[in-house]
C-alpha cells in the first residue's frame, strides 16, 4: 500500500462482505461437521479445489449450520490492490464483531495507512484478546496475486487471537507458507477429493431436485463420470428433464459435453498462455502422467516447469497418490482437451500416441503402450508389444485391450504367429463370438501347416484344441469338450502356459453341467493349483468362481460364500480390483446376497460388478442387470424394475448369451410380470422360450430355464401343464444332488399345489424347502412367489407340525412378505371408485383433499406414482400421452401444494394406509 485511501474514493458494496446465496436445491453436508468442529487448535482452514467444487457452498452452509460466527470477504479481481483488500477487511470484521475495530476503520477511511502491515498492527491490536469463536471467511482468494496482500496474510495468521480462524476459499495453493504450516499442524486442508460428491450425497441430491426417478446405478454412474464435481451433478439436474435423457446425458459425458466444453473455454481462455495451452493438449492423450511422461511428451525441456506453472493454476489435475509426482486430468476436463487437441492439433495426435506408446514401454507399462499402440494404429508397435506381453495380458484377463490390439491387427499377421492366433481365438470366445473363433484357428492352419513340422503342429494344435474346449462347453457340449480337453492335456503347452489350466478347467466345468458335483469340485481345486503355479491369475479367480457355483449347486451357501471371500483376498493381495473377470466374482457374490436377503450388500456388488466392466459396453452388464431387477421387485420397487426387466429384454433380443445367463434373466422377467399380472408377456415368453428338456436337468440352469416354463405356466393357472416339468426337474435334481434347486423346486411345488388348492401337497412341500433352508440359508427364492407365500406358512404353522427351528424361520418369512410391496395391489385400489370415496368421507384425511378435490385421473395418477411408475410408464398404463400424464401431475401438485413426488408418494401411501389399515 504505497497511496493513501481516501475514504470518498472506495465504496462499500454490502454484498461482498455477506454470506453467498444459498443454492435453491441445497444438499447439506453434515459429513464435514467433525472436520470443523477440531478445528480449535488452527489458525487456517485451507479450503482448496478447482472451480465450481462447492467450496463456498460448504463453507457457508457448513459455518451456518454450526451456528458458527463468520465474518466474509468474498473477493474479486479489484480486491488485488492491498488498500481495497484493507477496506474489505476491516469492514467484513467490524460488521461480525459487532463494532471490534471502530477505530482502525476510521483512520483507514479518513488518512488511510502507508502500508498493509501497519493497517493490520492496528487492526490487531484494536481487536480484543478474547471473544466468541470467529471465522474470517475469503473467498476466491486465488484472484489474489499481489505479494503485499499474501504477506500481509502471513502477518495476520501469525499474530490473529486466538479466536479467530482464518478460511481461506482458493482454486490455487496460496503462498502464505501453508507447507510451514501443515508441518506445525496449524491447518486444516480441505482439498477436491474431499469436497467431491459421494453416490449417496449425489443421489440426496437428485432425489431431492428431479422430478422422476433415477436409479442408484444411473447416480453412481454419473457420480463416476464426474467424479463427484458438484457443478456438473447441477447441470445434469437442470437439463434432464426424464431418465431417460437423464442417462443419455450421462453417457455424453464420455466424449464431452458442450456446455462443459463451454464452461472449461471461459475458465482456461484468459488465465493460460499458449505455451500452456499447447502443453495441456499435447499431454492430454496421456491418461496418467508425471514429469517425465509429460517431458516426453510435448518434447519440452522445461515440461517440469510447464507441469507446475499449471499445478498452480487450480486447473482440473488431480493427483494420483500423496508422492505427488503422478497426475492426471479429470475426466471432463481430459474430454474437453482431447476435443480440443484434435481440432487444433490434428496431424500431431498419431505421433503424439506413438511417443506415449514409446515411453510407456520403456518404463515397463505394456498395457498404457499397448493402448497408445492402437491409438496410433500403429500395426508394427501392436504386434511387438503383442509377441512380448501378449501372453500377461491374457493371464491378467485383459480380454478388451487384447480385442482392441486385434482390431487393429492385419489377418494375415495373426495367422502368421501360433500365439498371436490362440490370443485372437481366446479373445473371441470370451467375447461369445464363438463362431469365430474356428475361423481364426483354420487361417492360421493354412499358414502354418505349411512351414512346421507334423510334431510342432501337434502341438500347436493341441493348444487349439483348448479353446476350441471352451467353446464346446459354452455352447452346451459338455461330452465335445471333454474330447477337445483331453487331447489339450496330452502335450505340454509350448506358446501359452495356461492352455493346460484352460483345458483342466473345461474339463470341471463339464462334470458340473452333468451333475457330477464331487468330481467337478476336486477337479475345480486341481485347476486353481495350476493357475497358481503359472501366476494366471484370471484362472486362479475362474476356478474359485466355478468351485463357488458348485458349492451354491450343492446347497452349500456358506461354503460358496467362503469361497468368494478367498477369491476377493487373493484378489486383493494381487491388486486385481479391475480385473473384468472381478465381475463374475462380484456377480455370483450378489445372487448370495439376494437369496440371503441381504439386499444392499446384494445391490453393491450388482453395481460394483457394472462399475467394473463400464468399458466394456452395456452388453456385459445383463446379469448385474438381472440382479439389479430382483432387488427392485424385492423391495417393491415397481417403476426401477420395470426399466430393468425392459433393458434386459432389448439386450436378450440382440445378443447371443451363455444359457446360465438367459435361464437367469428371464427367470427375473416372468416374476416381473407375473407380479404385474402381465399375462400377454409371459404368454409370448412361452412361444420363444428355450426348449424345455427335464432329462437334461443335471445343472443349475437347465433347472432353472425349466423351473421358468413352469412358472409361466403357473402363472398362467396352467398347472396341469407345470406340474410334470416341475416333478420332472425334482427327480433329476434329487439324483444329482442339486441341493439349492431341489429346494426352489419344492417352494414352487408347494405354491403351485396351493393355488391349485391341494392344500395338503403344499403343506408337504414347503415343510421339506424350509427344512433345507437350514443348510441354504434361502429367503430370497421363498419370496419371490409373492404374498402367496404367508397364507401356506401360516396354514403351515397352525398344523403345528414344524419343529422350533424351521417356525422360527417361518414366521421370520411370513414377517419379510408382509413387508414386501406387492407391485400390482397399488394399481388395483387407484381404480377402484368406491375406494376412493371411502378415502375422501373419513375424517382424518388432509383438509386439501376435501377442499381442493382430485379428478378421477388424478386419483388414477397419485397411486400410480405411488407404486413406483415413472411418467413414461404411467402413460403407458394410462394409455394416454406423456405430456398428458404431465398436466396431470402438474395439476396434482398444484391442488395439493405438492413440489416433489416424494411427497406425493407420502401422501398417497398416508391416504391408502388409511383404508389398508396398514
Ligand atoms: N451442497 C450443495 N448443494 C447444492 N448445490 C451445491 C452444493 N454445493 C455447491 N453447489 C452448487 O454448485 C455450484 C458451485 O458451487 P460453489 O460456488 O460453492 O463452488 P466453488 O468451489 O466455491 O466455486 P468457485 O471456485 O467458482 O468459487 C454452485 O452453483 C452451487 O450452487
Known amino acids: 500500500m504505497t497511496t493513501t485511501i481516501k475514504p470518498e474514493s472506495l465504496t462499500l458494496i454490502k454484498a461482498k462482505i455477506l454470506p453467498p446465496p444459498r443454492p435453491a436445491h441445497l444438499l447439506e453436508r453434515e459429513k464435514f461437521d467433525d472436520l470443523l468442529h477440531e478445528i480449535d487448535p488452527v489458525n487456517l482452514i485451507l479450503v482448496q479445489a478447482p472451480a465450481g467444487y462447492g467450496k463456498t457452498t460448504m463453507i457457508d452452509d457448513r459455518l451456518g449450520a454450526l451456528g458458527a460466527n463468520a465474518a466474509w470477504f468474498r473477493l474479486d479481481a479489484q480486491d488485488n490492490l492491498s488498500e481495497q483488500f484493507a477496506f474489505y477487511v476491516a469492514h467484513s470484521l467490524n460488521e461480525a464483531t459487532r463494532g471490534a475495530c471502530p477505530e482502525t476503520l476510521r483512520t483507514l477511511n479518513q488518512q488511510g495507512y502507508p502500508t498493509l502491515q501497519t493497517f493490520l498492527t492496528d487492526l490487531l491490536s484494536e481487536l480484543p484478546l478474547e471473544g466468541d469463536p470467529l471465522h474470517l471467511v475469503l473467498d476466491d482468494y486465488h484472484l489474489i496475486s499481489n505479494p503485499e496482500i499474501h504477506s500481509g496474510v502471513m502477518f495476520l495468521l501469525r499474530h490473529l487471537p486466538p479466536y479467530i480462524t482464518l478460511v481461506l476459499l482458493s482454486r490455487t495453493t496460496p503462498p502464505i507458507g501453508v507447507a510451514q504450516l501443515r508441518m506445525q499442524g496449524r491447518m486444516l486442508e480441505i482439498t477436491a477429493k474431499d469436497l467431491s460428491f459421494s453416490a449417496d450425497e449425489a443421489q440426496v441430491y437428485f432425489e431431492q431436485r428431479l422430478r422422476f426417478e433415477v436409479s442408484r446405478e444411473s447416480v453412481e454412474r454419473a457420480n463416476r463420470r464426474v467424479e463427484g464435481w458438484v457443478s456438473a451433478l ?90 505427488g509426482l503422478w497426475f492426471r486430468y479429470h475426466p471432463l476436463f481430459a474430454a474437453y482437451l482431447r476435443h480440443m487437441q484434435v481440432c487444433v492439433l490434428p496431424d500431431e495426435t498419431a505421433q503424439l500416441h506413438q511417443r506415449a506408446s514409446d515411453a510407456w514401454r520403456e518404463m515397463g507399462f505394456f498395457e498404457d503402450a499397448a493402448r497408445h499402440a492402437v491409438l496410433a494404429k500403429d500395426q508394427q508397435r501392436i504386434k511387438d508389444i503383442l509377441l512380448s506381453c501378449g501372453r500377461d495380458f491374457f493371464t491378467e484377463g485383459q480380454f478388451n485391450l487384447l480385442q482392441r490390439c486385434f482390431d487393429a491387427l492385419n489377418k494375415e499377421v495373426i495367422a502368421d504367429h501360433p500365439i498371436l492366433t490362440l490370443l485372437r481365438a481366446w479373445v473371441a470366445q470370451g467375447q461369445y463370438q464363438w463362431s469365430e473363433v474356428e475361423s481364426w484357428l483354420r487361417a492360421a492352419e493354412q499358414h502354418l501347416k505349411t512351414h512346421c513340422s507334423e510334431e510342432e503342429w501337434e502341438a500347436i494344435n493341441g493348444e487349439f484344441n483348448a479353446v476350441r474346449a471352451q467353446v464346446a462347453m459354452n455352447v452346451g457340449d459338455a461330452e465335445r469338450a471333454q474330447t477337445f480337453a483331453k487331447s489339450a492335456l496330452a502335450h505340454d503347452p509350448v506358446y501359452l502356459p495356461t492352455s493346460r489350466t484352460a483345458a483342466s478347467s473345461v474339463i470341471g466345468e463339464s462334470l458340473f453341467v452333468q451333475g457330477h458335483l464331487k468330481e467337478a469340485i476336486t477337479r475345480m481345486q486341481d485347476t486353481e493349483q495350476l493357475a497358481l503355479a503359472e501366476h494366471a491369475h484370471q484362472n486362479v479367480i475362474w476356478a474359485l468362481c466355478q468351485q463357488s457355483e458348485i458349492s451354491v449347486a ?48 446384494a445391490e453393491r456388488c450388482a453395481l460394483k460388478g457394472i462399475e467394473i466392466l463400464e468399458s466394456q459396453g452395456e452388453r456385459w452388464f445383463i446379469q448385474s442387470y438381472v440382479m439389479l431387477a430382483k432387488i427392485a421387485q424385492a423391495r417393491g420397487r415397481q417403476s426401477l424394475c420395470a426399466d430393468y426387466v425392459q433393458k434386459i429384454h432389448k439386450m436378450l433380443a440382440s445378443g447371443e448369451y451363455h444359457i446360465d445367463w438367459t435361464a437367469n434373466a428371464h427367470a427375473a422377467m416372468l416374476s416381473y410380470w407375473d407380479a404385474v399380472r402381465d399375462k400377454e408377456s409371459i404368454q409370448r415368453w412361452l412361444t420363444a422360450a428355450p426348449e424345455p428338456t427335464p432329462e437334461q436337468a443335471t445343472n443349475h440352469f437347465t433347472q432353472c430355464n425349466i423351473r421358468n416354463w413352469a412358472r409361466a405356466y403357473v402363472s398362467l393357472g396352467d398347472f396341469d401343464k407345470a406340474l410334470p416339468l416341475l416333478e420332472g426337474i ?39 424347502a424350509l427344512k433345507l433352508a437350514s443348510t441354504t440359508g434361502a429367503v430370497g427364492s421363498f419370496l419371490r412367489i409373492g404374498k402367496v407365500l404367508i397364507n401356506i406358512l401360516k396354514a403351515l404353522i397352525s398344523e403345528e407340525q414344524l419343529d422350533e427351528m424351521e417356525k422360527q424361520r417361518a414366521e421370520r418369512l411370513i414377517q419379510l412378505a408382509q ?49 413406483g411408475l415413472s411418467n413414461d410408464q404411467i402413460a403407458e398404463h394410462m394409455k394416454v400421452a406423456p405430456t398428458t400424464v404431465k398436466t396431470h401431475i402438474r395439476s396434482l401438485y398444484q391442488k395439493q401444494n405438492i413440489t416433489h413426488r416424494s411427497e406425493a408418494i407420502n401422501l398417497a401411501r398416508d391416504l391408502l394406509s388409511k383404508i389398508q389399515g396398514e
Not at 417352494?747 to 421339506?768: F, P, T, V
Not at 400390482?824 to 387407484?830: D, E, F, G, L, P
Request: glycine content about 2%; cysteine-free.
Open 234 to 323: 447441477q447441470l445434469l439436474a437442470a437439463t434432464a428433464s426424464t431418465g431417460v435423457e437423464f442417462n443419455e446425458y450421462v453417457e455424453q459425458l464420455h466424449s464431452g459435453n458442450h456446455y462443459i466444453f463451454d464452461y472449461f473455454d471461459e475458465l482456461t481462455r484468459t488465465s493460460i498462455d499458449n505455451e500452456q495451452r499447447l502443453f495441456l493438449l499435447r499431454t492430454s492423450v496421456l491418461e496418467r502422467f508425471n514429469a517425465l511422461m509429460v517431458m516426453r511428451l510435448a518434447q519440452q525441456q522445461d515440461g517440469q516447469f510447464l507441469l507446475n506453472s499449471l499445478l498452480n493454476l487450480g486447473l482440473f489435475i488431480v493427483p494420483l497418490d500423496s508422492s
Open 554 to 601: 450343492q446347497g452349500y451357501l456358506q461354503k460358496a460364500y467362503n469361497i468368494q471371500e478367498k477369491a476377493l483376498q487373493y484378489a486383493e493381495d494381487h491388486s486385481l480390483e479391475r480385473l473384468p473377470i472381478l465381475e463374475f466374482l462380484y456377480r455370483i457374490r450378489s445372487q448370495i446376497m439376494w437369496e440371503w436377503h441381504h439386499l444392499e450388500s
Open 730 to 768: 425334482q427327480s433329476m435334481a434329487e439324483q444329482f444332488g442339486l441341493k439349492t434347486d431341489i429346494n426352489r423346486n419344492h417352494i414352487h411345488l408347494s405354491q403351485l399345489y396351493w393355488l391349485n388348492e391341494q392344500r395338503e401337497d403344499a403343506l408337504r412341500h414347503m415343510a421339506i
Open 819 to 867: 413387508q414386501q410391496r406387492d407391485f400390482s395391489r397399488a394399481i388395483r385400489i387407484s381404480l377402484d371408485e368406491a375406494i376412493i370415496q371411502d378415502i375422501i368421507d373419513r375424517p382424518d384425511v388432509p383438509e386439501l383433499i376435501r377442499t381442493s378435490p382430485l379428478t378421477r385421473r388424478e386419483w388414477q395418477v397419485l397411486s400410480l406414482i405411488h407404486a
